[in-house]
């Protein structure tokens, strides 16, 4: 349920088209990867607020709630969309405090009484006001600082590469990230490693993935998903991306990420996830029907294998991999483990926003 401070509001027509074609870009394949859909979120997000002429605090929330509905509505699958909408709200809420302060003055000076520091947090997670302050130039800097993090972040991410892969070691990951690509190209630089890359749902990604990190010297061989479990024992570690991390610690990852990451922890062997912030979600597994998202039937069984037009094949988008299942998570800060996952989104998100 949302916060009463941010009731609903009726988008104009031009709002409606905006939406409309970011939904339409995502669905037909034109923005694709977590990256750019968040990048293309929050580009969506700084036309709507900059069309918005004497809108209140309170008024710009109501406006950029109701478009992350919308949006999360039409892509439920999609947790980076709403994420970039939290980080907005955030702001708005932190500018609405920071210019409320100032045109108030301090009739206190510098002390600090007892309730009023135990009653800050609550302060911050108060009802937005109603009186008109033209908060757009600052929500444009603060979005584009969050646009800064977000193209920073896999940089970031990938410069952790050389303290978490060591020499002649055996790393294996699954299927075709860039995240993924990058970080062991970083490492290649500082050190000598091989690589096993089990094929994903996307076999064809997964080979040019293979062939690209061949090029620069890894020795790299490609296996059968289903090949995982026969050659864990010999694996050193285990280097996976995700498309989500959710409150708990759990994370969303391409099918078949959950059964290489029970071998992994049948054998001992660390996991390894990277999660660069802006892919980590407030949201518990439970919370969410878009996690049973479909994917093409011909990634799990190709048409001329088909033998009867009555068969009705399944192929599930994701996996959801327990929080007991990883042992670090590489993000823009460092590595973290599971059960710090919630202080990482306090730091980002406000409570009252966490359900849209």
Do not use: W
Not at 9 to 21: A, F, G, P, S, T
Not at 263 to 281: N, Q, R
């Amino acid at each position: 349920m949302p916060p009463l401070g941010s009731p609903s509001k009726e988008l104009d027509l031009k709002h409606e088209e905006k939406i409309v074609q970011f939904v339409s870009n995502v669905r037909n394949g034109k923005i694709d990867g977590s990256n750019n859909i968040a990048l293309k979120m929050l580009l969506l997000l700084e036309q709507i607020i900059s069309e918005c002429e004497n809108a209140t605090a309170l008024e710009l929330s109501g406006l950029v709630r109701e478009v992350g509905r919308r949006v999360c509505r039409a892509l439920p699958q999609e947790l980076v969309a709403a994420n970039m909408v939290r980080r907005v709200l955030r702001a708005i809420r932190d500018e609405h405090r920071a210019v409320s302060d100032q045109n108030g003055g301090s009739a206190e000076g510098a002390t600090e009484s007892l309730q009023r520091l135990v009653l800050a947090a609550a302060a911050r997670r108060g009802t937005l006001g109603s009186a008109q302050q033209d908060l757009r130039e600052p929500l444009r800097d603060h979005i584009a600082e969050v646009r800064a993090e977000i193209e920073s972040g896999c940089g970031a991410v990938a410069a952790m590469a050389t303290a978490h892969v060591h020499a002649a070691e055996l790393i294996l990951t699954h299927g075709s990230s860039r995240l993924v690509e990058r970080f062991l190209k970083a490492a290649r630089k500082h050190t000598h490693y091989r690589l096993l890359l089990a094929e994903g749902p996307d076999v064809k990604e997964s080979h040019g993935m293979a062939l690209r990190l061949s090029l620069l010297g890894i020795p790299v061989t490609v296996i059968s998903d289903a090949s995982i479990a026969a050659v864990m024992s010999r694996v050193n570690k285990v280097v996976i991306g995700v498309r989500a991390v959710l409150a708990g610690g759990a994370l969303l990852a391409r099918a078949g990420t959950h059964a290489l990451t029970i071998a992994a922890k049948h054998y001992s062997v660390p996991v390894i996830a990277l999660c660069p912030l802006y892919k980590l979600s407030p949201l518990h597994a439970c919370d969410h029907y878009g996690f049973n998202a479909l994917d093409n039937p011909r990634t799990s069984l190709s048409y001329e294998f088909s033998e009867s037009g009555d068969v009705h094949v399944e192929a599930p988008r994701y996996d959801l991999v327990p929080p007991d299942h990883v042992t670090l998570f590489l993000t823009n800060l460092g590595g973290s483990s599971p059960s710090y996952i919630y202080r990482l989104l306090s730091e980002l998100y406000d409570p009252n926003d966490h359900q849209l």
